[in-house]
């Protein structure tokens, strides 16, 4: 019969799995943790990639893509969710008009691209979508992805009438631009900078007659919000010199 000690100092000199055998108990698993934390780090390397591809499908043709069979997608209202979450101070309260609270951002920028306008594509690599809101034909809206990166940049502008200006149907009413990107596009040596594709999207879409008047709005103010909610006013964007970023290749 073996004593008790002696099974107890042979149990120390063995392995994990030895002494769990030794004692009668299921051996232990042993994990290598340098294969765990890679595997992590697989992981998170495979989720981190946003794929916004989808999107590329509405663009032309034809001539003026496919804007509303873009919003009927069942991936668009999940996008607007995800890509958009700042606070905005400048649309109407939520559905119910109980609550008192503003929309949320996802939901203002559904509203401003209800109305189907265009889709633009630019360098196989940049997609802009415009719309308007029901019934409200000067409310206009303009989502712009940039479609490259593992974080792509995702921006909704609206144009928002100034109510102390002239009315809508007056040439000389005055209009605010929201900008809200989905991460800062900010600069250490230029709070307020754009991207190039951003601002031609921008004042491509800027330059545009409001639908059925003839009427070029006047944007008279430009207001940038940080994904925390912070606004930064800047000067109304004008057409970049120079579009940035390369022309990647077709799209299937």
Same mark, same amino acid.
């Given at each position: ?20 055998? /030794?004692? *009668?108990?299921? %051996? !232990?698993?042993?994990?290598? +943790?340098?294969?765990? $934390?890679?595997?992590? &780090? ?104 940039? /479609?490259? *990166?593992?974080? %792509? !940049?995702?921006?909704?502008? +609206?144009?928002?009438? $100034?109510?102390?200006? &002239? ?86």
């Amino acid at each position: 019969m073996i004593r008790p000690l002696y099974i107890s100092a042979l149990a120390l000199a063995l392995t994990p799995c030895a002494q769990a055998q /030794l004692l *009668g108990q299921p %051996p !232990l698993v042993q994990h290598d +943790a340098a294969q765990d $934390i890679n595997r992590i &780090k697989r992981d998170k390397k495979a989720k981190s990639k946003e794929n916004v591809e989808w999107l590329w499908q509405y663009s032309p043709p034809p001539a003026d893509g496919r804007e509303h069979d873009l919003i009927q997608d069942p991936n668009f209202l999940p996008f607007l969710d995800q890509y958009f979450t700042a606070p905005q101070s400048f649309w109407g309260t939520d559905s119910s008009g109980r609550t008192g609270r503003r929309k949320s951002l996802a939901e203002t920028a559904y509203d401003f691209l209800t109305v189907p306008g265009k889709v633009w594509a630019d360098n196989n690599r940049y997609i802009t979508a415009t719309g308007s809101v029901f019934h409200l034909r000067t409310s206009r809206g303009l989502l712009f992805v940039d /479609l490259n *990166g593992d974080h %792509p !940049l995702a921006v909704f502008a +609206a144009i928002d009438w $100034i109510r102390d200006s &002239k009315t809508t149907d007056q040439p000389d009413a005055e209009y605010t631009l929201w900008l809200f990107p989905n991460h800062s596009t900010a600069t250490s040596a230029n709070p307020a900078y754009l991207p190039g594709p951003l601002i031609h999207s921008l004042t491509r879409w800027m330059a545009e007659p409001v639908p059925g008047t003839g009427i070029v709005q006047k944007i008279t103010a430009a207001i940038v919000v940080d994904p925390d909610g912070t606004p930064h006013q800047i000067a109304v964007p004008t057409e970049a010199v120079q579009p940035e970023g390369p022309t990647l290749p077709k799209r299937k």
